[in-house]
């Protein structure tokens, strides 16, 4: 089993950075993809990135592409998501979830653990 923690999140500006950390529990991290999605209010959660299990293999979401990276570090058994140049339609819940996938999805349904989320909030 895997516990998840994201932490990061905060207000911002628009065109401002965040960078969102999800550390993981247990000696498996390296073996799931890794996904992170959002939720903003009223809407559904929806996908925005996902990383393979070696980081070799990375996918985006077309509102995430060109100013978000996912990235990730076995090591330290952590998921990063960078975000620039962020809008204010961006402001949601971000969740990180861990995928049996090894090579990430972009399916909610592939993943089966998931974070407790962290708040952005990007203001105009």
């Known amino acids: 089993q895997v516990q998840l923690v994201e932490s990061g999140g905060g207000l911002v500006q628009a065109g401002g950075s965040l960078k969102l950390s999800c550390a993981a529990s247990?000696?498996?991290?390296?073996?799931?993809?890794m996904g992170w999605f959002r939720q903003a209010p009223g809407k559904e959660r929806e996908f925005v990135a996902t990383?393979?299990?070696?980081?070799?293999?990375?996918y985006y979401a077309d509102s995430a592409k060109g100013r978000f990276t996912v990235s990730r570090d076995n090591a330290k058994n952590t998921a990063y998501l960078q975000m620039s140049s962020l809008k204010p339609e961006d402001t949601a819940v971000y969740y990180c979830?861990?995928?049996?996938?090894?090579?990430?999805?972009?399916?909610?349904?592939?993943?089966?653990?998931w974070g407790q989320g962290t708040q952005v909030t990007v203001s105009s």
């Open positions: 990383i393979s299990w070696s980081g070799g293999i990375a």
């Open positions: 247990g000696r498996t991290f390296s073996s799931y993809g």
């Open positions: 979830a861990a995928s049996r996938f090894p090579d990430g999805s972009s399916s909610r349904t592939s993943y089966a653990y």
